[in-house]
């Protein structure tokens, strides 16, 4: 009698957990590129940003952005806390697909599927940290990085667009585009009235930045 008493008690409990659960939603944000949607979503996806723009590093580290990629349509994507940003071939129409992104990733949260495989963040860092070492990042570029992370990247990521740094030289910035930003019509006015203006005014030895178009 004690055994079936206590499993209507644990019968009710997860009842009562199951409903307490938020359903969860999804919404889409256009962006600058009419190429390029934000999904965004009622769930953190990963804390931080993750940039798989090519199918061999979303393979290696995040299941949800290689199965994306089997849409032929997507050509690139961001993973930035609680929105993807999804970058689509010129052909398609995202009236035509949109929809069908957006149960695909309904269902992924559903099932609670992994978003970034473990160890995405830290190898990011042991990659940079190892350019360090070896004298490739001397302190000037690592304070043009920090002030990209810090002043640059969250307005851009709010665009559905992403930011990295490449190289500095002769005073001169280089940095890839991607996401929204990287073919949209503003990507010159993204460079030159707002990273150009932010990094030359934090420091002298900038005196311009352009893009890498080689990625």
Same mark, same amino acid.
């Given at each position: 009698?004690?055994?079936? !008493?206590?499993?209507?008690?644990?019968?009710?409990?997860?009842?009562?957990?199951?409903?307490?659960?938020?359903?969860?939603?999804?919404?889409?944000?256009?962006?600058?590129?009419?190429?390029?949607?934000?999904?965004?979503?009622?769930? #953190?996806?990963?804390?931080?940003?993750?940039?798989?723009?090519?199918?061999?590093? +979303?393979?290696?580290?995040?299941?949800?952005?290689?199965?994306?990629? @089997?849409?032929?349509? =997507?050509? &690139?994507? =961001? #993973? &930035?806390? &609680?929105?993807?940003?999804?970058?689509?071939?010129?052909?398609?129409?995202?009236?035509?697909?949109?929809?069908?992104?957006?149960?695909?990733?309904?269902?992924? !949260?559903?099932?609670?599927?992994?978003?970034?495989?473990?160890?995405?963040?830290?190898?990011?860092?042991?990659?940079?940290?190892?350019?360090?070492? *070896?004298?490739?990042? &001397?302190? #000037?570029? %690592? @304070?043009?990085?920090?002030? =990209?992370?810090?002043?640059?990247?969250?307005?851009?990521?709010?665009?559905?667009?992403?930011?990295?740094?490449?190289?500095?030289?002769?005073?001169?910035?280089?940095?890839?585009?991607?996401? +929204?930003?990287?073919?949209?019509? *503003? +990507?010159?006015?993204?460079? @030159?009235?707002?990273?150009? %203006? =932010? !990094?030359? *005014?934090?420091?002298?030895?900038?005196?311009?930045?352009? %893009?890498?178009?080689?990625?």
């Amino acid at each position: 009698m004690f055994n079936l !008493l206590k499993k209507k008690e644990d019968n009710k409990l997860e009842n009562k957990v199951k409903k307490t659960v938020s359903p969860i939603l999804i919404y889409t944000e256009q962006t600058p590129n009419p190429d390029t949607l934000k999904f965004v979503t009622s769930r #953190i996806l990963y804390e931080g940003m993750a940039d798989f723009g090519n199918r061999e590093a +979303a393979k290696k580290w995040s299941p949800f952005a290689s199965e994306l990629y @089997k849409f032929n349509y =997507i050509k &690139n994507l =961001i #993973i &930035n806390k &609680n929105f993807v940003s999804i970058d689509k071939d010129s052909d398609a129409n995202w009236r035509e697909v949109m929809f069908e992104v957006k149960d695909f990733i309904k269902k992924w !949260l559903e099932e609670d599927k992994t978003i970034v495989n473990d160890g995405y963040k830290e190898m990011l860092e042991a990659e940079w940290q190892a350019k360090k070492d *070896s004298g490739e990042i &001397n302190d #000037i570029e %690592q @304070k043009i990085s920090e002030i =990209i992370d810090q002043h640059v990247k969250p307005w851009i990521e709010q665009d559905g667009g992403g930011i990295e740094y490449m190289g500095f030289e002769e005073g001169i910035v280089t940095v890839r585009l991607y996401g +929204a930003c990287s073919t949209c019509s *503003s +990507a010159t006015v993204t460079l @030159k009235a707002g990273v150009e %203006q =932010i !990094l030359t *005014s934090m420091i002298p030895d900038v005196k311009g930045v352009v %893009q890498d178009l080689g990625y």
